[in-house]
């Protein structure tokens, strides 16, 4: 037998208190008994986002969100601004180019965040960009984009800011209706705490009134449709009946824990999964603004990313994520995100340190847990 740990930036673990939920038999979407799950799906989703406007719930993974971000406000042949620092970004610029925008890139170097400043002389230099793509979390490089500021420039104009929330939400503080954004999209796999499935998009009144001129095709992820039937508590299409039950129990969690307590946790249990990789000697891959859902390390010298990532799995049963792409060996990445806490930053250091051991590289067992310890006991 071996006790398997997830630690992985999605899927995450799903509490006890979520899977119970899921485990109810399935109701009709369309029964009365359906309206008041989705009205109390509807107002968690708002908590947390933070938000008044409309928080729509789309049966899909959190690509069907981005998609959908850009086919209900968008049309063939306007200009868009994508902020494209690793596979996340890469992968707007290619949802964008699918439905025959013209794409302008802020091509941001992997480990390092976007600057306002950037986003603000993009703007200025083409006026007639209709829309800026980002990523909070880019998921692939660890890194935080600082969606506050960004967003801060973008208001000034015409512009709209959508905001890839996937694997931030949760994790980080995202004000959507303080900060300005108009759409950000969540997925239920992430700091949600539920299994993949359900998508998130929060509408602002601004990007409403575009989605009315927007000329481009669309069918499944037709935002207008959502909106009519989320104000009768229901969804277009047949609802997940079951996620959205589990995403109730698990907003419930995150209230009884408190929104500034949640992000406390994620931002507690971050600090400690740095300082251990640090003291073990390991740099952290982001160089600036790393993320408090997942920590991208470097394999050392001499040591492959992929066979960290595999021994971790393999010899100890812990999920975790390796390199994608051009990353691929040279980075292993670790979750602490949604259903994560003390424990599972220890299991996570623990189990490095035991593997590089075992893979030849020098280290003295308990010199990354006691760092991580240290911060964990604050
Ligand atoms: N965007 C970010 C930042 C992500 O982390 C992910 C998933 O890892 C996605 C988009 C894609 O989401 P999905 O795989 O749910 O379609």
New binding site residues.
């Given amino acids: 037998m071996q006790k398997k740990y997830l630690l992985a930036?999605?899927p995450t673990p799903v509490p006890p208190e979520a899977l119970l939920a899921m485990a109810m038999p399935i109701i009709h979407h369309r029964a009365p008994d359906f309206l008041p799950v989705l009205e109390s799906a509807k107002k968690g989703l708002q908590w947390l986002y933070q938000t008044k406007n409309d928080v729509l719930i789309l049966c899909s993974?959190?690509?069907?969100g981005?998609d959908g971000a850009v086919s209900n406000f968008l049309s063939p042949g306007d200009d868009v601004l994508v902020i494209n620092g690793g596979k996340?970004g890469e992968?707007w610029t290619k949802i964008c180019q699918a439905y025959g925008m013209k794409v302008e890139e802020i091509l941001v170097e992997w480990g390092y965040s976007v600057k306002a400043e950037q986003v603000e002389a993009s703007l200025k230099k083409n006026p007639k960009i209709k829309a800026v793509f980002v990523?909070a979390?880019?998921?692939s490089t660890g890194v935080y984009h600082d969606i506050k500021s960004i967003a801060a420039v973008v208001k000034k104009t015409d512009a709209l800011f959508v905001v890839?929330a996937?694997?931030a939400l949760v994790a980080h503080d995202i004000r959507t209706d303080e900060w300005g954004i108009d759409v950000v999209i969540g997925?239920s796999?992430?700091g949600v705490m539920l299994p993949?499935g359900l998508?998130f998009v929060s509408v602002s009144d601004k990007a409403w009134k575009m989605a009315d001129v927007a000329k481009t095709p669309k069918f499944y992820f037709n935002f207008k449709k959502e909106r009519e039937n989320l104000s009768k508590n229901q969804t277009t299409w047949t609802s997940p009946v079951t996620l959205i039950i589990g995403l109730n129990a698990a907003i419930k969690m995150l209230q009884d824990e408190g929104l500034e307590n949640v992000l406390k946790r994620h931002d507690k249990l971050a600090r400690a999964t740095r300082a251990g990789a640090l003291a073990l000697g390991l740099k952290l891959f982001p160089k600036e603004s790393p993320s408090n859902a997942l920590t991208a390390i470097e394999a050392p010298a001499g040591v492959d990313g992929q066979a960290i990532y595999k021994d971790l799995r393999v010899k100890y049963g812990i999920t975790g994520a390796g390199g994608q792409d051009k990353l691929k060996g040279k980075i292993f990445r670790i979750a602490h995100l949604g259903y994560a806490d003390t424990f599972d930053v220890i299991t996570a250091i623990a189990g490095i340190e035991m593997v590089l051991k075992g893979l030849g590289h020098p280290v003295k067992l308990g010199t990354g847990v006691g760092a991580a310890q240290e911060i964990l006991m604050k």
């Fill in positions: 930036p999605g993974t959190g690509t069907g981005m996340f992968r990523q979390n880019e998921t890839d996937i694997s997925g796999q992430k993949p998508a």
